[in-house]
């Protein structure tokens, strides 16, 4: 149980362009879902906080313009960079909060999206 | 700010040997720590955790020491294996259920 996935698992795209991922948890309903990006040989950087049926908290020095986080729905929240640039090629890893039962404390990890920007 | 850190960017141990990962946090307002591990271009799979009124937690094969006086975290890996080959994370929480995440530490086991 406590399954997170991601879609796609990575993706190349052109400088300018906007790329979704998607991240689901399969087996759980998630009211609190967390977008994290890391760069190589660098630690895991909060980027935002999502709230089912409500906007994200964003963590300072993130744009929440260019970083479009959509929580629709108890197992499904989307991150969105639009106009995307090469700086923005990092791996980007969703983690999900279970709604009821297990620990407050638990998150669960997603196995990650590799960003590549051209 | 804030901050958690590693003391050791790398760590290489032989199979069978113990390895000690070690992390320091600056927030004494922190109440809950966590042990992540993570493979290559994989996402963390959480080790084990240990709340702050607690010195210590083990597991199968891990143990977790807190040392809130020194604001020290400790991992400690029973019979390395080569499996265990990974970067390792300590997290901290405080206020909320926000993580912060350390720099962490890439630990080689040598067969």
């Known amino acids: 149980g406590a399954v997170v996935s991601q879609h796609p698992s990575w993706v190349i795209c052109k400088s300018g362009t906007s790329v979704k991922i998607e991240c689901r948890s399969l087996d759980f309903q998630a009211t609190t879902m967390f977008w994290y990006r890391q760069f190589p040989k660098q630690s895991l950087m909060l980027m935002a906080t999502s709230n089912e049926g409500s906007k994200a908290t964003y963590e300072q020095g993130v744009e929440k313009d260019k970083f479009l986080i959509n929580h629709a729905s108890l197992t499904l929240s989307t991150l969105t960079v639009t106009s995307a640039h090469p700086e923005d090629s990092s791996f980007y890893i969703c983690?999900?909060?279970?709604?009821?039962?297990?620990?407050?404390?638990?998150?669960?990890f997603g196995p990650g999206t590799r960003l590549t920007v051209l | 700010g804030e901050s958690v850190g590693l003391h050791l960017p790398t760590l290489s141990v032989q199979e069978g040997d113990n390895s000690i990962i070690n992390c320091a946090y600056s927030?004494?307002?922190?109440?809950?720590f966590i042990w992540y591990k993570q493979e290559s271009g994989k996402g963390p799979q959480f080790i084990i955790d240990i709340r702050s009124n607690m010195d210590k937690r083990q597991g199968q094969r891990v143990t977790v020491l807190l040392n809130k006086t020194v604001k020290h975290l400790s991992l400690q890996i029973a019979a390395t294996q080569p499996g265990d080959s990974a970067v390792y994370f300590c997290a901290e929480r405080f206020g909320g259920s926000r993580l912060t995440f350390g720099e962490g530490t890439q630990l080689t086991v040598n067969p």
């Open positions: 983690s999900a909060r279970p709604a009821a039962g297990g620990s407050y404390n638990e998150q669960f």
């Open positions: 927030n004494s307002a922190s109440d809950y």
